[in-house]
């Protein structure tokens, strides 16, 4: 079965210091993974996502994610946060192999604090 | 700038009551997803849709539940009758299938709560 950890609910960061969001996930075959935000009273919208390729991962808003096949991981990351990114952060990952729907992370909501 | 739009937005009704969501994707989208989001279980898939037909729909209460399809630029979910555990915020995503590499499109939700 495919899987995603979030292992922060929670990350502070000082509004221009980089910002790492951290994903792992689990899936039996080759995984397209997936970035999206969710901003108070709004749907998801899309950042950013990785299907095949080079590791990293460039997106909306200067995020970036980086693929790493063996930690089975894809951290979402910002070289200078800004207050405004201050929201709610879903990772999602798409296995082929189980079936067609995205599979969600339980979310890790950032505070850029001015 | 293309949309899915969701109705209502919010909803509020007493137990046993039917509540009929609505939505309606960008137009040219193949693909339709329904999610339920709450503070315990977080964003869960209740059925996915692909070309109109429904390919997924384990996440969803069978006995309860129901999503259709009737035509490209619809989709509905019902529930009969809601219970108070059915309130959360229900999402409607569509896409355009490029083999599971599209992202989705989110409608801003419907609130749902249930007395």
């Known amino acids: 079965a495919q899987s995603v950890a979030q292992p922060e609910d929670q990350v502070n960061v000082a509004e221009g210091n980089p910002l790492t969001v951290k994903c792992t996930y689990s899936?039996?075959?080759?995984?397209?993974l997936f970035w999206y935000v969710q901003y108070p009273n709004r749907g998801l919208q899309f950042l950013l996502k990785?299907?095949?390729?080079?590791?990293l991962v460039k997106g909306s808003y200067g995020f970036e994610a980086e693929f790493n096949k063996s930690q089975t991981s894809f951290h979402l990351k910002k070289p200078s946060a800004l207050v405004s990114d201050s929201a709610l952060y879903f990772c999602?990952?798409?296995?082929?192999?189980?079936?067609?729907?995205?599979?969600f992370g339980p979310g890790t909501r950032l505070s850029v604090l001015p | 700038d293309a949309r899915v739009t969701q109705t209502p937005r919010h909803k509020v009704t007493e137990m046993g009551q039917e509540v009929t969501m609505r939505c309606q994707p960008i137009l040219g989208h193949n693909t339709v997803f329904w999610y339920r989001q709450t503070m315990m279980q977080g964003l869960e898939l209740l059925a996915y849709?692909?070309?109109?037909?429904?390919?997924?729909d384990s996440g969803m209460p069978k006995d309860r539940f129901s999503a259709e399809m009737p035509d490209a630029t619809l989709a509905t979910l019902k529930i009969q009758p809601s219970e108070p555990r059915d309130s959360a915020v229900y999402f409607c995503a569509s896409g355009l299938g490029q083999g599971g590499r599209e992202k989705l499109f989110f409608g801003s939700g419907t609130q749902l709560s249930v007395l």
């Open positions: 990785y299907i095949t390729g080079d590791n």
């Open positions: 849709f692909r070309n109109r037909a429904p390919l997924d």
């Open positions: 999602a990952v798409r296995d082929l192999n189980y079936g067609q729907n995205f599979v």
């Open positions: 899936v039996s075959g080759n995984p397209y």
